[in-house]
């Protein structure tokens, strides 16, 4: 005999095949692997059970990271369009996204308390 959950799951889920409620014969299948032995679990149910892994970085570092990167665009695209060198472009954009980042990183405190 197949688990409760199961049962119900296939109760309420759509068929693969048709998009209807589950046939018999789906019911049926299951409980002969059930009776056999085959006792694995369902793909949906295996991938439920993965731990989710922490993110690669926090949201405040994200978005410090995006408004640096967005103010060394800005500025480098001001310095190539009055300068017409990409290669001063270039630099005053990657220090002016350093700069940036030490700003909003200070900025943006963590310890601050929200209302």
């Known amino acids: 005999m197949p688990p409760a959950h ?8 759509p068929s693969s095949r048709t998009g ?5 014969d789906d019911v049926q299948a299951l ?4 009776a056999r032995g085959d006792t694995r679990q369902p793909p949906w149910e295996h991938s ?11 949201i405040r570092t994200a978005l410090i990271f ?4 967005l103010c060394g665009t800005a ?8 300068q017409r060198n990409l290669t001063e472009a270039a630099l005053a954009g990657l220090t002016a996204t350093g700069s940036a980042i030490v700003f909003f990183h200070k900025a943006i405190d963590p310890d601050t308390p929200r209302r």
């Open 75 to 82: 500025v480098a695209a001001l310095t190539a369009l009055t």
């Open 6 to 13: 199961l049962e119900d799951f296939l109760r309420r889920a």
């Open 20 to 24: 209807a409620d589950p046939s018999p």
């Open 66 to 69: 995006l408004l640096g990167v």
């Open 48 to 58: 439920l059970s993965k731990p989710i892994p922490p993110p690669l970085l926090s």
């Open 31 to 34: 409980h002969h692997k059930q």
